[in-house]
DNA sequence: TTGATTTCTTATCCTACATCAAGGCGCTGA
DNA sequence: TCAGCGCCTTGATGTAGGATAAGAAATCAA
């Protein structure tokens, strides 16, 4: 269960020690989500995140006119949390849920301010990981208002090679902004050439 | 000068010494900006960024199209840069100049790491900055994914009361995503109710 | 002041994608 | 085994906002 979040931090921070990994493993809970299951919900203060050990997770919000939107998806490797709600005791700005049977290592607020204790590296790393994400939404903000729903969906492909396969169109329809329909018609389009 | 930027800090990290306000200002330039100047320009590795103290600024993205897109707004006591860009050394994903004749204190790459040194309180203020950001843009998203130009032109208004005196109208244009043309229409329909 | 840019408006037409509706196909579960 | 329910597809029609064009208004420069 922790050998995959080991592997992690050992090629991403290769001067980490033992101590430091257990030392993190401790705040980290481990639990199985079955597809569907929601590990937060939106408007509520579920005060916690996911480190994806197995499976795919999702953030998402659902607006006025109930239409979802996928901010994240979240495969293995990946971590998955509504940080400033969280770090704030706010109610949650946007559901998680489980696309696939997954097994997570689950993380509360203190998870973040404590690593500080354990080592500055792992303060920088987190803070790199946020830069990143950062970065990827401002590219995807970008590619939402300058690119077609075709040029955007090869762009997806690109980017997650795997999930295509792994994930329902709906999905990655309610990804891209588009509707399942539009996407049907993308996909026809570019399998006939 | 720097007046501004202390003032800035007092009310944020009231616990902050005079020593270490002075040891942040050892670490940021003072500079002029005149309008349309431009501090970075996307693709070359500009490595700088800037606190504003007088004036506004903006970041922005051309696409092939040549089509400008506007990532952030940054008027009096906002800070601006291409942080990924500028720690890793990499081309500037987007350029940054400024929109009225501005006064700005530049910083370079080793400004966050140096942080740590003077104070982690500082660190972690610009963590939750970070995390501002992140969560006000994924606000936007939502918002280009979800909401009619009017709906959008009525959330900026609220959310920047300020900047739809100071900014012309094709800039609010290029920040919401939508056309010259298609603002004036929505300004129209406005203000005919 | 006045000519030259730039910015804003308005009108017409157009297009990418949404919406609505219906049919097929594959799972799942009693 | 087959009923029932998601999911995907396809077609017909609708619409928000884009593209283009041209004039008005504001700003700038000399």
């Known amino acids: 269960m922790y050998e995959q979040l080991r592997a992690y931090f050992q090629t991403r921070l290769p001067g980490i020690t033992d101590t430091q990994v257990e030392a993190l493993q401790a705040q ?5 989500l079955r597809r569907h299951e929601v590990l937060i ?7 916690r ?13 659902v607006d006025k006119k109930t239409k979802e939107h996928i901010l994240q998806f979240a495969p293995e ?3 998955i949390s509504d940080q400033y709600s969280m770090l704030r005791g706010l109610p949650a700005m ?8 997954s097994e997570v290592l689950l993380f509360g607020p203190d998870f973040l301010p404590l690593l500080q204790t354990i080592g500055p590296e792992f303060q920088a790393f987190f803070h790199t990981l946020l830069q990143n994400s950062m970065a990827s939404m ?27 396969q792994r994930l329902p169109q709906r999905m990655i329809a309610a990804y891209l902004g588009i509707t399942p329909e ?12």
Do not use: H, N
């Open 28 to 32: 980290l809970q481990p639990r199985t």
């Open 182 to 193: 539009s996407l049907s018609r993308v996909r026809k389009e570019l399998a006939r050439s």
């Open 77 to 79: 490797s990946w971590w």
């Open 138 to 164: 401002q590219r995807r903000l970008i590619s939402i208002l300058s690119a077609t729903a075709e040029e955007r969906y090869l762009e997806f492909l690109q980017m997650y090679p795997t999930l295509v």
């Open 41 to 47: 919900r939106q408007g509520e203060a579920g005060r």
């Open 94 to 101: 946007f559901s998680i849920d489980a696309l696939e049977d």
């Open 49 to 61: 995140g996911a480190f994806v050990v197995q499976g795919c997770l999702r953030s998402y919000v």
